[in-house]
């Protein structure tokens, strides 16, 4: 796929809806250049700002809508989301499945699910990031809601930058509105570090 920045991406949408997720990404400004951590902790030289996405509500739901599409044949009857990143595409995955949307969140470094929130016990739910890079935060979302009775049926998320179709395993059903494979790297063996680039970490968590 031709995009903006020369770079090949995969996506299951039809030529005219992938081409306005770029567009979308293009005018929000939300792929970076540079030297970044990222919230797996690897570097890389791009990152994917989807809080500059995200914070116009029609590119919001847009999103949101086109992911319901794409997993609807999970039939989840709730969605979960890890905070911070999760947080926005989660309820509006959740309002174009019309199912409720429950989060997780990190209390003293630990995944927790709070705020008077009760996993539906025995109940389908599809576990939905923003971007997926390791899928560090959303399996350990998904952990604690399995924990307590919910039954994992996938996951999504709007950008899959983990360099594998599904990073999750087969046992597992995946969706993404669009695959972008940037480099990683891990600290020792980061080129950009060895340059003496000055290093940013834009996530909500630190790694």
């Not at 994992?152 to 972008?180: H, Q």
Request: neutral net charge; hydrophobic residues 40%.
């Amino acid at each position: 796929m031709p995009t903006p920045w020369n770079t090949q991406m995969e996506s299951p949408l039809r030529a005219e809806e992938a081409q306005t997720l770029l567009g979308f990404l293009q005018s929000s400004e939300a792929l970076l250049s540079g030297h970044f951590r990222l919230t797996s902790g690897l570097h890389s030289p791009n990152y994917l700002q989807c809080a500059r996405l995200l914070m116009d509500p029609v590119r919001a739901e847009w999103c949101g809508q086109w992911l319901g599409k794409l997993v609807a044949e999970i039939q989840a009857r709730w969605v979960l989301s890890p905070a911070l990143g999760g947080l926005i595409i989660g309820h509006e995955l959740a309002r174009a499945l019309g199912v409720p949307h429950l989060f997780a969140e990190r209390k003293e470094g630990i995944m927790s699910i709070r705020r008077g929130f009760r996993v539906p016990p025995g109940e389908p739910f599809i576990a939905v990031e923003d971007v997926v890079t390791t899928g560090g935060s959303v399996q350990e979302a998904a952990r604690v809601a399995q924990e307590q009775g919910g039954v994992l049926a996938g996951v999504c998320s709007i950008f899959n930058r983990s360099g594998k179709g599904n990073p999750f395993g087969e046992e597992v059903p995946y969706f993404s509105l669009l695959r972008m494979d940037f480099p990683t790297y891990g600290e020792a063996e980061c080129p950009l570090c060895k340059s003496g680039l000055a290093i940013d970490t834009p996530g909500s968590r630190k790694n």
